[in-house]
């Protein structure tokens, strides 16, 4: 069987912003497939990078000093970061609600002189 390349999960659609649906799960070495409508449910609430984020996190133990310090970002910036996944999570409870896009292009602006992310990389997300 031929190998397909793993890409980062999506998780909101790039057109309108809405939920994704999970539609076939695949084991590679049964080959069994699954087809139906699967949530994605808190994930979906995420970002990529958020969900990058959270996984760093749960390695850390949930210490955000240590997680601050291998990814080179100051402790505020990754407690900012944190506090947007919060805020995230919590407004899903509310279909109405969205998350403050003045707090993710500041949160940009923070990697960006933190250094932990290039120019290239702050302006293809604050487009967004």
Not at 62 to 84: K, M, P, S
């Amino acid at each position: 069987m031929r190998e397909h390349p793993l890409y980062p999960l999506i998780t909101r659609d790039p057109a309108s912003g809405g939920e994704l649906l999970v539609t076939r799960l695949e084991c590679p070495e049964s080959g069994v497939v699954i087809e139906g409508k699967f949530s994605l449910g808190w994930i979906a609430r995420l970002t990529p990078e958020q969900l990058e984020f959270v996984g760093l996190l749960v390695r850390h133990r949930g210490n955000v000093q240590r997680l601050a310090a291998e990814i080179g970002v100051a402790y505020n910036t990754a407690r900012n970061r944190l506090d947007d996944i919060v805020a995230a999570l919590e407004g899903a409870r509310d279909p109405r609600s969205r998350p403050d896009p003045r707090a993710a292009r500041l949160d940009v602006l923070d990697r960006l002189a933190a250094g932990a992310i290039g120019v290239e990389e702050a302006a293809r997300l604050l487009q967004r």
